[in-house]
């Protein structure tokens, strides 16, 4: 009798990401001083809590744009300040549960098919959708998430391992 394989599709290696990723956000999360959630490092920067619940939303939101064949620049919802860490934390939870049912429905001929961003008519961005998973779901959120942590560190909280020890969870400091 022969073994059944599984056939790997394009979401799997997206999905299996967001799941590792989940873990190092979740991480960070959990060390936002919630007395902290309205400072903001410069005048033009996002508070604490806006960044928080950007960073939470993105898989859901970029999963739901990316559902559609075309998105119009310029109409993108804002997301709410957090007034809480388990708001943050809830709204992720809620956020990566719908990016990964969007993600895990898609199958590889609409993943390859082609996403585009326009203002007014006029093509600004067009690639695959996986491209557009891979490019603004994940590039685009481990980016703020470089960002959490630095504001994290201007506030001196002591941070979480990211893609290793940090300078605080160092044994060998």
């Known amino acids: 009798m022969q073994a059944e394989t599984r056939q790997t599709r394009i979401a799997d290696a997206i999905l299996m990401e967001m ?29 604490l809590g806006e960044l928080a619940m950007h960073v939470a939303m993105i898989a859901g939101s970029v999963a739901e744009i990316a559902e559609m064949d075309t998105k119009e620049a310029g109409n993108f919802p804002v997301d709410p300040e957090a007034t809480s860490r388990a708001q943050i934390l809830d709204a992720f939870d809620e956020s990566l549960k719908k990016g990964k049912a969007i993600v895990s429905s898609t199958d590889d001929a609409r993943a390859m098919l082609e996403w585009k961003l326009v203002k007014d008519g006029a093509t600004l961005v067009a690639m695959p959708r996986a491209a557009f998973w891979r490019s603004i779901m994940l590039n685009h959120y481990y980016h703020h998430r470089g960002q959490l942590s630095a504001y994290l560190r201007e506030l001196d909280v002591e941070l979480p391992s990211i893609y290793g020890p940090s300078a605080d969870t160092n044994p060998f400091a």
């Open 19 to 47: 799941d590792q990723e989940a873990e190092t956000t979740k991480r960070l999360f959990n060390v936002i001083p919630e007395e902290k959630l309205g400072w903001r490092p410069h005048p033009k920067a996002r508070t």
